[in-house]
């Protein structure tokens, strides 16, 4: 098989549908605000960060592990499905029973979250569907369902703003996009699945479950510990202009990024056995991840001044959150590496990064607004961001710079997508200075 084109063609499939998906989601993003204001902006952060952060270590790092088994049978696949969804009832149950304290907590309605954690079964269904196809290489399939997805989210988002449901339309949107998500990765698969529980075959998955486990929980924290922090710091509508500029700006590359990890992933796995070549992927990879995220910094940054003009003057706080973590970009960009590090046996490096990023951002934030609360703007939490993603992002490239025995001859390779990719960057910002965006 050519890794390369297998590589490329996933990629190529995935992408081009998360481009769309991402369209929706930005038109989304930006229109939202014209019927939301910026505290129901802020809940909607908040409510969206508990409620992905659970989905995303609900299934116990199951669903990581049925991909990187070599055989599995039916009933594993049966097993690991009816023990989450197990877990996700009393998860569910749980998070509406102390809805009202949570929301106490982090200062929005509780009727949010009620509803919200209804999204987390139909996630766990399709937990083994999404690892079949991540198995069997049919990212196209999985673009697909993301794409649909996407566009249930939106539409539903859109049209309970526009009817006056502000800030109910976000929360019942998410649970119709994980329900259409389930039923699209359930139709895709070549069988149905049916429920069993055998303790013999989740002991077989439970070495390397659990400590995905962990890496999932510490990494997900870390994703989300500065709309958890803030959200305890700021007031709501504070926190919706950190918010609306962090989805301008690095969450859709977070959101291609988490597609081109998965692709990593299920390829660079099967190819742990054939160090050269996986070494000769690494290298081309990592020269076009340089190119490609300097250059969406000098396309971002001068895009960002559109967001007044968009919906309204208001919002004009956003612009410079948003240009401030355009430079973590490049940061979350390379993530995407975490894929290719769980293959060749780095869950531990993965874990010790996270774990540092999160440390970095929740002792940055905290001195910002404990100690200098007068400059406690969200403006220069973007800074501790950036601080936050270099962290993990240098430590992961580190190992692989190690496991893979690199040296600065092959590091020459990615001298000239680095600069091309910088001369766009500096470009963008240059531009925007001198024109006054």
Request: hydrophobic share 55%; charged share 10%.
């Amino acid at each position: 098989m050519n890794w390369i084109k297998t590589i490329i063609h996933a990629l190529a499939a995935s992408m081009t549908t998360k481009v769309f998906a991402m369209g929706l989601r930005f038109v989304t993003i930006c229109l939202l605000p014209l019927w939301l204001t910026p505290a129901e902006i802020g809940w909607n952060a908040v409510i969206l960060a508990i409620i992905n952060f659970v989905i995303a270590i609900i299934d116990f790092g199951f669903g990581t592990a049925l991909i990187k088994e070599k055989t599995c049978t039916v009933r594993m696949y049966q097993s690991v499905l009816t023990f989450i969804l197990m877990i996700s009832v009393v998860g569910s149950g749980a998070m509406i029973s102390f809805a009202d304290e949570i929301a106490r907590v982090f200062s929005f309605p509780p009727i949010i979250l009620v509803i919200s954690a209804f999204a987390i079964p139909f996630s766990v269904f399709a937990i083994v569907p999404n690892a079949l196809l991540q198995r069997e290489l049919r990212f196209t399939s999985l673009a697909i369902r993301d794409l649909i997805g996407e566009i249930a989210f939106s539409a539903t988002a859109l049209l309970l703003a526009i009817f006056g449901y502000t800030w109910l339309c976000v929360p019942i949107a998410l649970v119709v996009q994980r329900i259409i998500r389930w039923l699209v990765s359930t139709l895709s698969i070549q069988y149905v699945l049916g429920f069993a529980l055998s303790w013999s075959d989740l002991r077989q998955l439970f070495s390397f479950s659990m400590f995905q486990l962990g890496n999932i929980t510490i990494a997900q924290l870390a994703n989300r510990l500065d709309t958890f922090l803030l959200s305890i710091f700021l007031t709501p509508s504070m926190l919706g202009f950190y918010s609306q500029g962090q989805q301008l700006s690095t969450i859709p590359v977070q959101s291609i990024t988490g597609t081109a990890t998965n692709v990593f992933f299920a390829t660079f796995a099967k190819l742990q056995d054939d160090l050269e070549k996986f070494k000769t992927l690494f290298i081309k990879i990592v020269g076009v991840m340089f190119f490609v995220s300097l250059a969406i910094i000098g396309i971002a940054f001068p895009a960002m001044g559109l967001i007044p003009k968009v919906y309204s003057s208001a919002w004009q706080e956003s612009v410079e959150i948003a240009r401030n973590l355009c430079f973590s970009i490049p940061f979350f960009a390379f993530s995407a590496i975490e894929g290719i590090l769980i293959s060749v046996g780095g869950e531990r490096r993965r874990l010790a990064s996270s774990i540092a990023r999160m440390a970095v951002m929740a002792i940055g934030i905290c001195i910002l607004f404990g100690l200098w609360s007068s400059e406690a703007n969200p403006r220069n939490v973007a800074w501790i961001v950036l601080a936050s993603s270099a962290t993990g992002a240098c430590m992961n490239f580190q190992y692989l710079w190690n496991k893979l025995a690199l040296c600065p001859k092959d590091a020459r390779q990615w001298i000239k997508y680095a600069i091309a990719g910088a001369c766009i960057a500096i470009g963008g910002i240059v531009v925007t200075r001198f024109w006054g965006l």
